[in-house]
């Protein structure tokens, strides 16, 4: 059975780093396509990043860039989402999701894929 539990959120004040954990059952991370997105309270999803089987990933939108990286541990069957000098305006629910067989650049563009997490959420405070 596919799950993706993420973890990893909480409180904290601008310009502190958080690292959010994406532990996967059901299949090994280095099979399949992953990504990190995000959501605020009456704000479209928006989507962070994601890492291919291959281990390639694709460009971060101008929000994060610089500041957030994504990454993965085979070993833990783990995908990373490295939060560094954050933003108020960076607090949301951030989830992790898969669509199996698609790749990066389809998976990012999903509104249902076809698993996803519950979320974790990140608060920043000025």
């Known amino acids: 059975q596919v799950q993706l539990v993420e973890s990893g959120g909480g409180l904290v004040q601008s310009g502190e780093s958080l690292r959010l954990s994406c532990t996967v059952t059901?299949?090994?991370?280095?099979?399949?396509?992953i990504g990190w997105f995000r959501q605020a309270p009456g704000k479209k999803r928006e989507a962070i990043s994601c890492v291919s089987a291959s281990g390639g990933t694709t460009e971060y939108p101008n929000s994060v860039k610089g500041r957030f990286a994504i990454s993965r541990d085979n070993a833990k069957n783990t995908v990373y989402l490295q939060m560094n000098n954050l933003k108020p305006e960076d607090t949301a629910k951030y989830y992790c999701?898969?669509?199996?067989?698609?790749?990066?650049?389809?998976?990012?563009?999903?509104?249902?894929?076809?698993?996803r997490g519950q979320g974790t959420q990140v608060t920043v405070s000025s």
């Open positions: 059901g299949f090994n991370v280095e099979d399949y396509a």
């Open positions: 999701a898969t669509d199996l067989a698609r790749p990066c650049v389809t998976l990012l563009t999903l509104t249902t894929p076809d698993y």
